[in-house]
């Protein structure tokens, strides 16, 4: 087990400081297409990954960059900021206005600020996100095959919905989009190896950083590090940092925050292996791709064990379905076999279907459909430390607790912890909405997924239980979907069937105060244009509030771009002045009780690693200590 120590801070948190794009990807030469470096026109370099330089459009030399490739960074505590300055920005005849004044007067958001320290924090540490100030961004993309021998404006307006169509058509004029570098009319016809970019106001999420320690003399690192050499670095993420740039999230992503926060590593990190965004825990990053490949081969291969902690709603695993468990004779040999009915959640042939309890006629019928695909269950059984299967019920397994002392550094469990039950469920994995990410347990034309879960400790008070989480395979969200499919979600979880403010009632306050005081800050024309329980920025914009803001006037002649659009900001025009990045915060959820606790590595040659981290936040009970 490796002790976490942490890497100081270059920078007080109440500093700003400044950040450049970390990652200059190399373009590769595309269907003839120059390198940008090369081109007359310079856009935005690193693929949609950096700040656009451009040409004036009156003049024959290149704009100053120096502000336009800058974004500030802010590291603050986590409260709710004071909402004094709303009222000046509230109507007089609003019919909020009284509310305004009771709701959000100084004292009461004191005392709110009282009460969430008092629930998110402990005597040692203080909660803190980071924070990226809004600044321009270029993003860029070569045309795909769909786009070719299409009107510009309309493969914007079909593809892209954030704005209306007459958004799309100003910024084409106005040369926020551009085509190769060049300014172009509406009615572009794309080529083949075309290059479009967009140049917008960017506006970042906040993310959650590794918890302060109060009393501390110096400021501590962002992200908790583990384990550092010439060849790896394996970081605690943060719940809420996405392990890459992705969707709205650039400099906020745990590759630029440690390049930012070490420049030394800026342009040497690559990633071995994925972590949702909602999940916090152990990330491995290899500063060199040799070893990169090396390390993932590993994973591809199954020459690792991973390890996860997971706190879900109930007594598990008492509302598993109990026509999906497989039933095991006594009388016969395969008791107590070493032999499981499934592997990496594919059935191994040794045991018939039919040992399967099926009850239920449903379940009958998803088997023997599944068992015709892959034989890949559903099917849950239950065996001991050693792998052997015992003639167990669920009852039996809740009030077996494993203590996690007992386990090994490769994963396995010691000779003290092999009494200790464990439930194994194969159960496919399927993404059923690959744009929105949403995926789905239990579907026939699945892919085989296989998880092993143990019972740590059950907490009384929140009608939640601690468990240990060994994924034998690695599918999209597979812990989160078989979790659910066993009656048991992930507790906050709200993709999955958890209630995001699961046992925090307090949260739950704060984040309705978020949503109040931003649609206060609101610019909408038509509060039935909101969906419920969206933010501002999860609404496209709308086509008053684009000619609200061509209405200030077109670009000027010596106005420069960058200056345009930040004028011009839908966005930054619905806040109207105010800062809602806290507030959108705390509306979002703040990750999930999902960590990855330990990975263990070996390819039997020259790779041997495993690694652990602290127990989170939320895996520490008053009345269990480990």
Known sequence: METVC??????????????????????????????????????????????GLYHDRNKDE?????????????????????????????????????????????????????????SITSRTTMKRIRVVRPYPFTFATFAKARWVNKRLIDVYHEEFGSYPRCYYENSIKEGRIRVSGKIVKCEYIIKGGDELSHTVHRHEPAVGISDRTKGCSIDQGIINIIHENENVLVVDKPATVPVHPCGGYNFNSLSCILAHDRPDLSGNLHNVHRLDRLTSGLTILAKNTHIAKKLSKCITDRSCCKVYLARVQGKFPLYAPIEYQYSVDSNISAYNSCSPPYECGEATGEFPLQNVVSSNTNATKAIEEVGKNHLAGPCFWITNGEGMIQHKKLGDMFKSKFDIKHLNGDGTVSSEGI????????????????????????????????????????????????????????????????????????????????????????????????????????????????????????IPASQD??????????????????????????????????????????????????????????????????????????????????
């Open 545 to 626: 509030e684009v000619q609200r803001m061509s209405d200030l006037g077109k670009r000027g002649k010596e106005e420069t771009l960058l200056s345009f659009i930040q004028r011009s900001c839908v966005w930054c025009a619905r806040s109207k002045g105010g800062d809602r990045t806290m507030l959108e915060y705390f509306v979002r959820s703040q990750g999930i009780w999902l960590h990855a606790f330990q990975y263990s590595l070996s390819n039997n040659a020259d790779i041997k690693m495993s690694h652990r981290t602290n127990l989170p936040s939320w895996g520490v009970f008053n009345d269990y200590h480990n």
């Open 6 to 51: 942490s890497k100081p801070e270059k920078k007080s948190s109440n500093v700003q400081s400044t950040i450049t794009c970390p990652f200059e990807r190399p373009v590769k030469k595309k269907r003839g297409l120059k390198p940008r470096s090369k081109r007359k026109l310079q856009k935005a370099k690193g693929g949609g990954l950096g700040l």
């Open 419 to 538: 009494n200790a039950l464990w439930l194994h469920l194969a159960c496919t994995c399927k993404i059923v909405n690959h744009k929105n990410g949403v995926c789905e347990a239990g579907c026939p034309n699945g892919k085989p997924a296989q998880t092993s879960f143990a019972i740590v400790h059950y907490d009384e008070a929140s009608d939640s239980s601690l468990i240990l989480v060994k994924p034998v395979t690695g599918r999209t969200h597979q812990i989160r979907l078989h979790t659910q499919f066993l009656k048991h979600p992930i507790a906050n979880d709200s993709c999955y069937g958890g209630d995001i403010w699961y046992g925090n009632p307090l949260g739950a306050s704060y984040c309705k105060e978020s949503k109040r005081r931003m649609d206060e800050m609101d610019q909408l024309t038509e509060q039935s244009e909101k969906p419920k329980n969206a933010i501002s920025t999860d």
């Open 62 to 118: 290149h704009i100053d960059d120096d502000i336009q490739r800058r974004s500030y960074v802010e590291i603050l505590p986590l409260k709710l900021p004071p909402s004094t300055m709303l009222s000046s920005f509230s109507s007089p005849s609003s019919k909020n206005e009284s509310r305004t004044s009771l709701l959000s007067s100084p004292h009461e958001t004191e005392n709110l600020n009282h009460d969430l320290c008092e």
